[in-house]
């Protein structure tokens, strides 16, 4: 078996093999196919471009040190979802936007987690991990989601009302604005000093990148890792656009709703590569990576990507987006956010506790379907 071959079937090779459907989508698009086909394609599409831009993120942070290299790292880890929520912005479905805000926590909660617990624990009666570092993501994620939701409850107390499952946009004045703005900074800045405490006060905490890498045998040069970064980074934007494109006219198509597709859909589609990288490690009894990874990149989304779609919804679509989410995302949010504390408490994981974790991602699945 040639080495292209071992590393195309490989862990980490598996989302090269979805490269055809990039020029497949492009054609569809052009061509005015089907909405559901044109959508199908990019969304697979968007899978081996993260999985490149992940991989470049990776070969710089390795040649760059512990701590520009973590950085590097939690930065560009979320540009897949941040990209595609920038087009999502610019054509007004600030709803699906939002949505795929708490998919995205939803997901590495109890999707990334719950298969990891599952895959690594079928061969090994425990699993163990730091539950201090555990711990203090969970924290961190708790923290933010309440900040993130305190403009709803001020929406609610104030009378008025959440938005609806099936709206894309919702103008909710310019208070509801300014104080989302303010929470955005305030997020923005939780996130710095959480970069500060990981990376340098309490490295020691967390898994030093040497014992996360696997690095391949021919790694690249800084110059290659940019470029591959820069193309990946186009080629996403590409498929991003004719994803979210694509969205409106595709979920009426295959019978789901804007708030599914976000959701679920979208969600998982730009977290996908590296939703694999968790339960590859798990596989290998390498908890404390896998748990860092979906309960961290969690994090990410709440103190990071939100806040930064917020500042730039000021600046493209047709108004400025309110934090303001819809009960289902505001119940669900919460629920994961309790459930990952409880789980990761003692610092021990079972497959039971997975399939657990996979049973409440498919109820809420569920309801979302039917919302």
């Given at each position: 078996?040639?080495?292209?071959?071992?590393?195309?079937?490989?862990?980490?090779?598996?989302?090269?093999?979805?490269?055809?459907?990039?020029?497949?989508?492009?054609?569809?698009?052009?061509?005015?196919?089907?909405?559901?086909?044109?959508?199908?394609?990019?969304?697979?599409?968007?899978?081996?471009?993260?999985?490149?831009?992940?991989?470049?993120?990776?070969?710089?942070?390795?040649?760059?040190?512990?701590?520009?290299?973590?950085?590097?790292?939690?930065?560009?880890?979320?540009?897949?979802?941040?990209?595609?929520?920038?087009?999502?912005?610019?054509?007004?479905?600030?709803?699906?936007?939002?949505?795929?805000?708490?998919?995205?926590?939803?997901?590495?909660?109890?999707?990334?987690?719950?298969?990891?617990?599952?895959?690594?624990?079928?061969?090994?009666?425990?699993?163990?991990?730091?539950?201090?570092?555990?711990?203090?993501?969970?924290?961190?994620?708790?923290?933010?989601?309440?900040?993130?939701?305190?403009?709803?409850?001020?929406?609610?107390?104030?009378?008025?009302?959440?938005?609806?499952?099936?709206?894309?946009?919702?103008?909710?004045?310019?208070?509801?604005?300014?104080?989302?703005?303010?929470?955005?900074?305030?997020?923005?800045?939780s996130y710095a000093a959480g970069l500060f405490f990981s990376l340098k006060s309490h490295r020691a905490l967390f898994n030093p990148t040497s014992e996360a890498e696997e690095h391949l045998d021919e790694p690249w040069s800084v110059r290659t890792a940019v470029i591959v970064l820069a193309v990946a980074g186009v080629a996403v934007g590409i498929m991003s656009e004719i994803l979210v494109g694509s969205i409106s006219e595709a979920s009426e198509t295959i019978g789901l709703s804007e708030f599914f597709v976000g959701l679920i859909v979208v969600a998982i589609v730009g977290n996908a590569a590296e939703h694999w990288v968790a339960?590859?490690?798990?596989?290998?009894?390498?908890?404390?990576?896998?748990?860092?990874?979906?309960?961290?990149?969690?994090?990410?989304?709440?103190?990071?990507?939100?806040?930064?779609?917020?500042?730039?919804?000021?600046?493209?679509?047709?108004?400025?987006?309110?934090?303001?989410?819809?009960?289902?995302?505001?119940?669900?949010?919460?629920?994961?956010?309790?459930?990952?504390?409880?789980?990761?408490?003692?610092?021990?994981?079972?497959?039971?506790?997975?399939?657990?974790?996979?049973?409440?991602?498919?109820?809420?699945?569920?309801?979302?379907?039917?919302?």
């Amino acid at each position: 078996m040639s080495k292209a071959r071992r590393f195309l079937l490989s862990g980490s090779g598996w989302p090269y093999l979805l490269v055809p459907l990039i020029p497949i989508a492009i054609v569809l698009e052009f061509s005015h196919a089907e909405a559901a086909l044109i959508f199908g394609a990019a969304a697979a599409g968007v899978v081996p471009t993260a999985a490149l831009m992940g991989r470049a993120t990776e070969e710089l942070a390795h040649r760059s040190g512990p701590g520009i290299g973590g950085f590097l790292n939690v930065t560009f880890g979320n540009a897949p979802e941040l990209i595609i929520a920038f087009f999502a912005l610019n054509a007004g479905l600030q709803e699906v936007v939002k949505a795929s805000i708490i998919g995205s926590i939803l997901g590495n909660i109890l999707l990334v987690m719950g298969a990891a617990m599952l895959v690594g624990g079928l061969k090994r009666p425990v699993q163990t991990f730091n539950p201090t570092a555990a711990a203090v993501q969970s924290s961190m994620l708790l923290l933010a989601a309440v900040a993130l939701v305190m403009p709803t409850i001020f929406q609610l107390v104030a009378g008025g009302g959440l938005p609806g499952v099936g709206e894309d946009r919702v103008d909710f004045g310019s208070d509801l604005e300014r104080m989302s703005l303010v929470v955005a900074f305030i997020l923005l800045a939780s996130y710095a000093a959480g970069l500060f405490f990981s990376l340098k006060s309490h490295r020691a905490l967390f898994n030093p990148t040497s014992e996360a890498e696997e690095h391949l045998d021919e790694p690249w040069s800084v110059r290659t890792a940019v470029i591959v970064l820069a193309v990946a980074g186009v080629a996403v934007g590409i498929m991003s656009e004719i994803l979210v494109g694509s969205i409106s006219e595709a979920s009426e198509t295959i019978g789901l709703s804007e708030f599914f597709v976000g959701l679920i859909v979208v969600a998982i589609v730009g977290n996908a590569a590296e939703h694999w990288v968790a339960i590859y490690f798990a596989a290998k009894d390498k908890m404390d990576l896998a748990v860092n990874i979906s309960i961290g990149s969690s994090a990410q989304i709440a103190l990071f990507a939100a806040p930064v779609l917020v500042i730039l919804s000021f600046f493209v679509g047709p108004n400025p987006m309110a934090l303001v989410f819809n009960g289902f995302e505001l119940g669900a949010v919460f629920l994961a956010i309790l459930i990952a504390n409880h789980v990761t408490h003692d610092g021990e994981s079972t497959w039971y506790e997975g399939l657990q974790l996979l049973a409440v991602y498919t109820v809420l699945g569920v309801v979302f379907f039917y919302a």
